[in-house]
């Protein structure tokens, strides 16, 4: 089968017989077994030119991709070995990237010294072909079509206040509470006046939606904890940005049986094929150092 790809792309069985480094005979044997073996005619053949048969035609469409396929599973296994080398391009969100990964990012050059990290920080989507990222972590959905993603985790957003300003306005009961506060709104994804919900206990339950409305609205999630913090009012934002104001009571969970539904925390990449040590090994070793579900 390679051979007969190599015979169709090389144009004569002459050419691709040096280009495998066989000779003209046996080039022409192999694809002849071929054919016998198929029983039908894949090539043309005349003293001047090779063409394909509608068999050989749809033959060599189905063979290019598995020959390609055969020719991976080889590198890989050949490369499971090698020592990742070379810059890693890669993009990360702002918040998860400043509380979850410069550790990791860290860690990983010291583990791998011959690769050198280039990182974008930002909540922005990257086209990663168009701008030549190998790598990108994501948060929310999965990735739009033509992309690989592999699931790292997930995370859920949780709603809280300062004590000073739940002291100041009174802490909420109900959802409907929500109306009469100050809500903070994270506009990066949305209006930010719109708070999707779901039960804490039975988190595949339909989310209901609430509208709330603030004094502020921001598009980065660490300056709305900032102004949590500063009294400003309610925010829902996703735990790995405010477990450590929860923990230390500097913030303080408002409705604790409601959440967001959960975030999937994705590696995604532009292609599976040809996957580079460096991205493999990247990938990897998120998926053994991030927790697979944050949870208070």
Same mark, same amino acid.
């Given at each position: 089968?390679?051979?007969?790809?190599?015979?169709?792309?090389?144009?004569?069985?002459? @050419?691709? @017989?040096? +280009?495998?480094?066989?000779?003209?005979?046996?080039?022409?044997?192999?694809?002849?077994?071929?054919?016998?073996?198929l029983g039908? $005619?894949?090539?043309?053949?005349?003293? +001047? $030119? %090779?063409?394909?048969?509608?068999?050989? $035609?749809?033959?060599?469409?189905?063979?290019?991709?598995?020959?390609?396929?055969?020719?991976?599973?080889?590198?890989?296994?050949?490369?499971?070995?090698?020592?990742?080398?070379?810059?890693?391009?890669?993009?990360?969100?702002?918040?998860?990237?400043?509380?979850? %990964?410069?550790?990791?990012?860290?860690?990983?050059?010291?583990?791998?010294?011959?690769?050198?990290?280039?990182?974008?920080?930002?909540? $922005?989507?990257?086209?990663?072909?168009?701008?030549?990222?190998?790598?990108?972590?994501?948060?929310?959905?999965?990735?739009?079509?033509?992309?690989?993603?592999?699931? %790292? #985790?997930?995370?859920? #957003?949780?709603?809280?206040?300062?004590? @000073?300003?739940?002291?100041?306005?009174?802490?909420?009961?109900?959802?409907?509470? %929500? #109306?009469?506060?100050?809500?903070?709104?994270?506009?990066?994804?949305?209006? #930010?006046?719109?708070? +999707?919900l779901v039960?804490?206990?039975?988190?595949?339950?339909?989310?209901?939606?609430?509208?709330? @409305?603030?004094?502020?609205?921001?598009?980065?999630?660490?300056?709305?904890?900032?102004?949590?913090?500063?009294?400003?009012?309610?925010?829902?934002?996703?735990?790995?940005?405010?477990?450590?104001?929860?923990?230390?009571?500097?913030?303080?969970?408002?409705?604790?049986?409601?959440?967001?539904?959960?975030?999937?925390?994705?590696?995604?990449?532009?292609?599976? +094929?040809?996957?580079?040590?460096?991205?493999?090994?990247?990938?990897?070793?998120?998926?053994?150092?991030?927790?697979?579900?944050?949870?208070l």
């Amino acid at each position: 089968m390679k051979i007969f790809v190599a015979v169709v792309e090389a144009g004569s069985f002459s @050419a691709a @017989a040096d +280009r495998l480094g066989l000779s003209r005979a046996m080039a022409s044997k192999h694809v002849l077994n071929l054919e016998e073996h198929l029983g039908t $005619r894949l090539l043309n053949r005349t003293t +001047r $030119r %090779l063409s394909l048969t509608d068999a050989g $035609r749809e033959f060599y469409e189905r063979s290019v991709q598995i020959v390609a396929d055969v020719d991976e599973a080889e590198r890989v296994a050949g490369h499971q070995s090698a020592r990742p080398r070379g810059v890693l391009k890669l993009t990360m969100p702002l918040s998860y990237g400043l509380h979850r %990964l410069g550790g990791l990012v860290a860690d990983y050059v010291a583990t791998y010294p011959d690769v050198k990290l280039e990182i974008s920080v930002s909540d $922005r989507k990257a086209d990663l072909v168009e701008e030549g990222f190998d790598l990108a972590i994501r948060i929310g959905s999965l990735p739009e079509s033509g992309l690989i993603a592999r699931r %790292l #985790g997930g995370v859920r #957003g949780v709603m809280c206040a300062s004590p @000073a300003y739940l002291a100041r306005h009174g802490t909420p009961r109900r959802l409907e509470d %929500l #109306g009469r506060h100050a809500c903070l709104g994270y506009t990066f994804t949305g209006s #930010g006046e719109e708070w +999707r919900l779901v039960p804490a206990e039975d988190p595949r339950a339909a989310p209901r939606t609430l509208r709330c @409305a603030g004094p502020i609205k921001a598009d980065n999630g660490d300056l709305l904890r900032l102004a949590a913090l500063g009294g400003a009012g309610v925010i829902f934002q996703p735990l790995f940005i405010v477990e450590d104001d929860l923990r230390s009571g500097r913030l303080v969970q408002v409705l604790p049986d409601h959440v967001s539904a959960e975030l999937g925390i994705y590696a995604v990449y532009p292609s599976r +094929r040809h996957l580079s040590a460096k991205v493999r090994t990247f990938i990897d070793f998120l998926a053994k150092h991030l927790p697979p579900d944050e949870k208070l």
